[in-house]
């Protein structure tokens, strides 16, 4: 295992599978001890969060580790990222300084920086998260970022096994409505890790909202590799039929790349998670990472229905984000 977690990719699927059976451990048996005793982990954050926040951080402590939950650029400095720039802009501080600066108080760094949604050859190179692996000499967790949410993707997984064996079961990863364009972090890591467990995956997106093709190619890679099947389609509501799990996530167009999305009433009926869509599968899990608008990603018949499990995804953050504190810092005892 690299010592960072920030891509899914970067892991073997064993590696990954332990994380989620410590995981279920801690959530039976609570740690006892202080493992992190003495071990300070800076939380960075740029943008909004609630369950990555509060889970990193009630994990930390529980784990006897003192958090930082810092709002990178408000609470901080303002950060550059750009090599040989002229730092005559808004950024007052460099990462190339204010990383190894971290690194000399924390054991950790975990970073969420989303895209900034201008230029997606530019964000799928995700240049804050990749700094703070460039120049952190302590583990980097990635809390979301253009191309993956792997914390959230380990929780997911952790949710589903605790109900079914996952191998060739029916995944359904559909894309929903939204007044805006959100990053692909979510969906590409839901359906990696859903190929990764041996699930039949299948993508249903409208025209032009395809993710990114490296991505594809992975899940695409991996339902082979576990003789599971693969398909993209369009062919809203029979998309459904049979799904053991419905995963839900709004995402934007790479092609119409920070455009608006389509906001006509039939297209947003069409793409909407209902509960007459959901009666077409074999009584599948509703998932979705949260948070989530009610009535136009998924009616709240089915988030209020016996279908959801959207509380239990968020509650298994916090064993997963044990889980994976523990496996980084177990490595490095305070000195
Ligand atoms: N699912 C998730 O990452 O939630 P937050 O954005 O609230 O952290």
Redesign the pocket.
Known sequence: MPAHFTHLHEHSAKELFDLIDHAVLLKKRPFKGRPLQGKSLAFCFMN??????VSFEVAAVALGGHPLVLSLGTATWQMEHQEGIVMDGKAAEHLKEAVPVLARYCQALAL?SFPAGVNWAEDRLEPYLSAFRKYSPVPVIN??SATG?P??ALADLMTIRERMNPKKKNFLLTWAPHIKGLPMA?PNSAAEMAALAGMNVTIAHPEGFDLDPEVIARVRANCKKNDAAFRISQDVPRVYDNADVVYAKSWGSIKDYGKPLPSDPEFRAKWMVTADKMKRTDNALFMH???VRRNLVVADEVLDGPWSVVIDQ?EN?LHTSKAVLLKLLSRRPPS
Request: aromatic share 0%.
């Open positions: 909004p969060s609630l369950r990555t926040q969420r809390l979301e949410h914390c959230q979510v990472c949260l948070p968020a953050r």
